[in-house]
């Protein structure tokens, strides 16, 4: 004969059975794949978002189903200037922004505008960028941004100066135009120190205020120049001197990183760094497409000498200092650009 239940045996009994559900419905909750979305301000044609697809497909490979991902492009979600907030306030998971879009919350991240970097070559920017530098940059944006750097830098290309109407067959030919830039003290500082006059407009409204007049020419990159297709709103000539070089970031926030098993961390890291040399490479040539597209619709193009480029440098040295405060870069930052610059020698 079945004993009756005691009170102790029925109540084990009956939260055993209204915890089942919630046991099920957690297991079915971790089978779920995270969810990675990444902004990109860029349209899907150029090559960063290219780039980006390509390797969140590796990702999602990698993980065998354990993280699916989105890339919402074209500024659909967050334009590059915003997704440094978005990471942290957990309304993306990804951004790979140009370190010039996050010197309004890590001002350190606009060390390529100090001086000693100017018409460096790219091996010896990516000596900085690689080395301590942007170790140093990227504990800033651990901290400060609660994200992390997933590996190498990807580069944009070289900025350049563009006029309209007025030749640019030396530095002379600089002064007194107004020129655009996309933002930051340090090439504000950079057009004054040529005798031009600095202004900065918005990306989307460049076309039209060339068309204008507003500005006689702008600072930006052959790709931008192409892209734009700025030889229809007046370009003319540019005076190509590296001045410096743009790079994209690649972070995740950290709440999605801590998130991710080790073996998914590594997959991360790893994925990167054996694609970013390719990567690099692919950036670089649209540039150099670019660089002839602009030439074959009438874009005339001057190189200063690398003697002309090396006494420019080190005039602009004399203020570092004074561009360094400017920008509210760090002197820890200057003294690390410094070390890793001398680390080469």
Excluded at 225 to 232: D, I, K, L, P
Excluded at 245 to 267: C, T
Excluded at 282 to 309: F, K, Y
Aim: net charge negative; charged share 20%; proline share 5%.
């Amino acid at each position: 004969m079945d004993q009756p239940l005691s009170r102790r045996t029925f109540v084990a009994s009956a939260i055993a059975v209204a915890a089942a559900p919630a046991l099920r419905t957690g297991a079915v909750a971790a089978e779920e794949p995270l969810v990675l979305r990444c902004s990109l301000d860029t349209p899907p044609s150029h090559m960063r978002n290219v780039i980006v697809r390509d390797y969140l497909r590796k990702i999602e490979t990698a993980s065998d189903g354990r993280i699916k991902t989105q890339v919402f492009e074209s500024g659909q979600l967050f334009p590059d200037l915003q997704v440094g907030k978005a990471l942290l306030q957990g309304q993306i998971e990804m951004a790979i922004p140009g370190s010039w879009s996050l010197t309004g919350i890590v001002p350190d991240a606009d060390f390529l505008q100090l001086p000693v970097l100017y018409g460096r070559s790219i091996d010896t920017l990516h000596r900085v960028v690689d080395g301590k530098s942007g170790q140093l940059l990227a504990k800033q944006i651990e901290a400060q941004l609660r994200s992390h750097v997933i590996g190498s830098w990807l580069d944009l290309g070289f900025f350049n100066w563009y006029s309209t109407s007025k030749p640019l067959n030396s530095y002379a030919d600089l002064e007194g135009l107004k020129i655009r830039n996309n933002g930051g003290a340090g090439q504000a500082w950079r057009t004054q120190f040529m005798g031009a006059i600095p202004n900065t407009t918005p990306l989307p409204n460049v076309a039209l205020a060339l068309s204008q007049g507003t500005f006689d020419g702008l600072i930006t990159s052959h790709e931008t120049v192409a892209s734009g297709q700025f030889w229809e709103s007046g370009i003319r000539h540019s005076l190509e001197d590296h001045q410096f070089i743009g790079e994209y970031i690649p972070m995740v926030s950290l709440a999605f990183w801590q998130k991710l098993s080790a073996d998914l961390q590594q997959a991360f890291t790893a994925l990167w760094q054996e694609n970013v040399s390719a990567y690099r490479a692919n950036m670089a040539t649209a540039q150099s497409r670019a660089r002839e597209l602009a030439q074959s619709h009438g874009i005339s193009i001057v190189e200063p000498s690398p003697d002309e480029i090396e006494a420019t440098r080190r005039v602009m040295m004399i203020s570092q200092d004074q561009v360094a405060k400017l920008s509210n870069i760090s002197p820890e930052m200057v003294a690390t650009v410094g070390a890793d610059l001398s680390a080469g020698d």
